[in-house]
């Protein structure tokens, strides 16, 4: 075990910033960390904040964090941003989107990180930042996305109580029609709901989960917020606690710990990985992709002389 793992399992927040770096900017790094720390994980409770950009998700996020840390419980945040263009890097700091907590709280931990151009809401690094928090001994882990709307179903996979939230008077009625981010949601958020409208926004999402397909025995839950003064968010927080006893006393918190599609995802980024390196390579693609655009070759028989070559000919 190296030192700087060994630093984190003791509660260095230092350790654990420079640990997210290396996850976020290595692949390789990422799966040696993992590999180390992963026994020491799956204790913290890891939810979800998504919702289209201007409903607050940062406000309320920090209000959370406050009432968390009332309540004698250590948080990681991990906010995901929209990637600058010249950087790669996320475009909003820590100390922006999250104000209000105390900067000497070591019981708070925050980590902005870029997509980076991954779809989802989310970055590609964003589960395995959080195995970091976990294994910091963080008891809760926040993940807002990044506020791009219907695309955001991802968080869903990774976190085990999923918030929508919608602002009165945004067109946020609009967006609860679409069925997408609607099917994912174990809580919504009116946040604003001291603007009007607020009640209107509650009355469509009743309306809309009639029409949800997923059949749980969970019944989504509306709770209105005004994450600004705060009225109404231990409310909704209890709301997540509540969702939380409902996963441990159906037996259902362990399924969302972890599931096939993440391992899928896992596996298909290796391989591809794998294929475009060393022998192969992107000239090697290259020159494929030149003969299907020249008509030479289609596409899938270039896939099936691709996978031969790899020894992959019964795939």
Same mark, same amino acid.
């Given at each position: ?56 998700? %940062?406000?309320?996020? %920090? ?17 995901? $941003? ?36 991954? +779809? ?9 930042? %959080? ?118 006393? %159906? ?26 390196? $060393? ?6 693609? $290259? ?24 020894? +992959?000919?019964?795939?």
């Amino acid at each position: 075990m190296t030192g700087l793992i060994e630093k984190v399992l003791a509660g260095d927040l230092v350790a654990a910033a420079k640990l997210i770096t290396m996850v976020e900017n290595n692949r390789d790094d990422a799966a040696k960390t993992i590999k180390e720390i992963f026994q020491y994980t799956g204790n913290a409770y890891i939810i979800g904040i998504t919702g289209s950009p201007g409903v607050g998700k %940062s406000t309320l996020v %920090s209000e959370m964090v406050r009432i968390f840390r009332e309540r004698n419980q250590t948080v990681g945040v991990i906010a995901v $941003d929209a990637s600058s263009p010249f950087t790669g890097g996320a475009v909003l700091g820590d100390r922006i989107r999250m104000h209000r907590h105390k900067p000497d709280d070591a019981g708070v931990f925050v980590r902005s990180m870029a997509t980076r151009g991954h +779809l989802g809401g989310v970055s590609v690094a964003t589960r395995d930042a %959080s195995f970091v928090m976990d294994a910091l001994g963080r008891d809760v882990i926040i993940i807002e996305t990044v506020g791009v709307g219907q695309v955001e179903l991802e968080i869903a996979k990774m976190a085990y109580t999923t918030v929508v939230a919608l602002a009165p008077g945004m067109g946020d009625s609009i967006q609860a029609i679409k069925a997408g981010i609607m099917e994912i949601g174990d809580i919504f958020v009116v946040n604003k709901a001291d603007h009007d409208g607020a009640d209107a926004t509650v009355m469509d999402i009743h309306n809309m989960l009639t029409f949800r397909t997923i059949k749980s025995k969970w019944e989504p839950q509306i709770y209105k917020t005004s994450a600004v003064s705060g009225k109404g968010v231990a409310e909704f927080i209890d709301g997540i606690e509540k969702h939380k006893r409902y996963l441990k006393n %159906s037996d259902l918190i362990n399924k969302k710990k972890y599931d096939k599609e993440q391992l899928l995802y896992l596996v298909k980024e290796r391989v591809e990985r794998w294929i475009l390196a $060393d022998k192969f390579g992107k000239e090697y693609f $290259d020159k494929y992709v030149k003969r299907i655009i020249e008509r030479e070759v289609d596409p899938y028989t270039a896939s099936e002389n691709i996978l031969k070559e790899m020894g +992959l000919h019964q795939v």
